[in-house]
């Protein structure tokens, strides 16, 4: 996989992990900067260390397939959310602050409805409706990341 953004095609697995990989990489190089800077304004500052991860782990239950359904990259997008708001979470210096940090959710996760729901698998609807309550398929942001969600709405 070249990490090719090919909205016409069929989503392969080697291809999303190779975009998950540079997404990671673009976040770790942000994280990394934001805790440099922090430990220069502070000598002893903590920094926090989320466990890294990379596209192959998070496409690992779909690794035997060679392209992905638009539900199936939604759970992986998902599960990608969730590494970023560890990553936020590890940013905020205050532990109350930490504690408190909640996602930003443009609609409430009941009231997100979709014209074909009734075709969305029950096992990734939850993902599906994740995303879509967080303000995906138009994120602000990273463009690798609207590009993805362009494969999960507008494909």
Do not use: M, W
Request: proline fraction near 5%; include cysteine.
């Amino acid at each position: 996989g070249q990490g090719e953004f090919k909205p016409d095609d069929a989503l392969k697995t080697a291809d999303a992990a190779a975009l998950y990989d540079k997404l990671i990489a673009h976040d770790k190089a942000q994280q990394a900067a934001k805790d440099a800077k922090s430990s220069q304004n502070k000598k002893n500052a903590k920094i926090t260390v989320v466990k890294d991860v990379t596209g192959e782990e998070l496409l690992a239950p779909f690794k035997n397939q060679k392209t992905l359904t638009r539900e199936e990259f939604a759970q992986t997008v998902a599960e990608y959310l969730a590494y970023k708001d560890e990553l936020t979470v590890a940013s905020i210096k205050s532990k109350t602050k930490a504690k408190e940090y909640k996602p930003n959710v443009v609609v409430a996760p009941d009231q997100v409805s979709f014209p074909d729901e009734s075709k969305i698998d029950r096992e990734y609807k939850s993902s599906v409706t994740t995303l879509a309550s967080r303000g995906l398929p138009t994120p602000q942001g990273s463009p690798l990341l609207r590009a993805f969600c362009c494969v999960l709405f507008c494909c």
